[in-house]
């Protein structure tokens, strides 16, 4: 239909009222008025269009669907999100109430992991090498992979994940895996002016790699670890190991320190750690001929700050067979005497780095 309420009517036909006007296929015809109805049109039409200009308000049911679509409902008991549940009546006064209730607390969010944990993480080999690798070679590739890491985290050696990887791998390493021969290697030392030897296999800024080898009745000194941790493992022989740590520097120079560990150990290989802190300083009397691996995270360097200190051990007094309590506090006085030459001795394992 099409509605123009200027369209002529056409000639002869009576004048109707003014209003709007209908264009039909019989010509031009008025729209009825509401109430009305056309020529032709039954009662109950006329009456279903007539109520049709009344705004929707006014129809009946109206005011009902209205409200149950404008004012907000609680949900009922149980009411689950994404649940199909049952239309609930309104609470009306109790709305109030539902608005002021809490908001329900979010749990805590999990710790997150050290950010050398997830460097660890990322760059760690498998956590134990096949069987027909060298257990030296593995743990060589473990340091080399870990170098970015522990060059940029301080404390990555500290690592929990590293520890127990380190140790892992120490476990496995024997002194034949390291071209060690006991008999041959010390022999050498025994009845000779230096009875310790040293032999080098990787020195870098991340890393010193290395073992002791010392003939019965050999010592070295009481001496620290500033900054650096150090992973050893005793490969044969045996040693009284004591280790102190220290608690406050004295004004003299030096520590006063609490006993960590007065042990022997040997002849049974066995792993050590020790850290910036907890057991730094420490001696070892070798009881019968030893090879020890040492292993430091980051090596000694007087122009980064870590310097090899040696002290005196307030044990050295004390009767044979008497031994402190651990934790008992010594003051320990740093010397400037005393240190442990050692001999360089060639090594006979597999390389640090793999031959290019």
Not at 89 to 107: A, H, I, L, V
Not at 223 to 236: I, S
Request: charged share 20%; net charge positive; glycine share 8%.
């Amino acid at each position: 239909q099409i509605f123009n309420r200027c369209a002529p009517r056409p000639t002869g036909e009576p004048q109707q009222d003014a209003g709007m006007t209908q264009a039909t296929p019989q010509g031009i015809m008025p729209l009825r008025r509401p109430g009305e109805k056309f020529a032709g049109q039954s009662s109950a039409t006329a009456q279903v269009s007539a109520s049709f200009p009344r705004p929707i308000e006014q129809h009946p049911g109206a005011a009902q669907a209205i409200a149950q679509i404008t004012t907000p409902q609680r949900p009922p008991r149980g009411h689950r999100a994404g649940a199909s549940q049952p239309s609930a009546p309104s609470t009306g006064g109790r709305q109030e109430q539902w608005d002021r209730r809490k908001p329900r607390r979010m749990p805590a969010a999990a710790p997150l992991a050290s950010e050398a944990s997830m460097a660890f993480a990322n760059a760690m080999p498998a956590p134990m090498p096949a069987a027909d690798v060298c257990p030296a070679r593995a743990l060589f590739d473990f340091i080399r992979s870990s170098t970015p890491t522990l060059l940029r985290h301080k404390s990555a050696a500290a690592d929990p994940q590293f520890v127990r990887m380190m140790f892992s791998l120490l476990d496995r390493v024997t002194a034949k895996d390291l071209g060690m021969m006991p008999e041959e290697d010390c022999m050498c030392l025994h009845n000779h002016p230096v009875p310790v030897g040293f032999v080098r296999i990787h020195l870098g800024p991340e890393a010193s790699v290395g073992i002791f080898v010392a003939a019965k009745g050999a010592k070295i000194a009481m001496h620290d670890h500033p900054n650096m941790y150090v992973f050893g493992r005793l490969l044969f022989g045996r040693i009284r190991l004591t280790a102190y740590t220290p608690e406050e520097p004295l004004a003299e120079g030096g520590y006063s320190a609490s006993l960590y560990q007065d042990d022997v150990v040997g002849p049974e290989p066995a792993n050590f750690k020790l850290e910036p802190v907890l057991a730094n300083l420490h001696e070892l009397v070798v009881l019968d001929d030893f090879a020890f691996l040492n292993i430091s995270l980051p090596p000694y360097s007087d122009t980064c700050g870590r310097p090899c200190t040696y002290y005196t051990a307030p044990h050295a007094g004390m009767p044979p067979g008497q031994k402190a309590a651990k934790g008992e506090r010594f003051k320990l006085f740093a010397t400037s005497s005393g240190g442990t030459p050692a001999q360089g001795m060639r090594y006979h394992g597999p390389r640090y780095r793999p031959d290019p």
